[in-house]
């Protein structure tokens, strides 16, 4: 089981926050489908993944996404996610 703590930063304020709880064990390869399903909950655009990302959730258990990583526009400056524990 694992936790994934994503927040909506704008102005150095979260603008929104949510917390995705799962049964299973964290798998990087999921990271995708995990990423997806927190845009989709949180009613914002899902980022594009890049390698570094995933590393960087993996080896510090934080990802943070700048407005350039999004495709579509956005009402926020980055939006991060981080592992709340277990």
């Known amino acids: 089981m694992f936790k994934i703590w994503a927040k909506t930063i704008l102005n150095h304020k979260i603008t929104r926050s949510y917390l995705y709880h799962s049964a299973d064990k964290f798998n990087a390869d999921e990271f995708l489908y995990y990423l997806t399903d927190i845009c989709h909950e949180m009613d914002i655009p899902t980022p594009v993944i890049l390698k570094s990302h995933v590393r960087n959730y993996s ?10 990583d999004f495709v579509e526009s ?9 592992n709340a524990g277990e």
């Open 59 to 68: 080896l510090f258990n934080i990802a943070k996404f700048r407005k350039q």
């Open 74 to 82: 956005t009402d926020f400056d980055s939006f991060v996610i981080e």
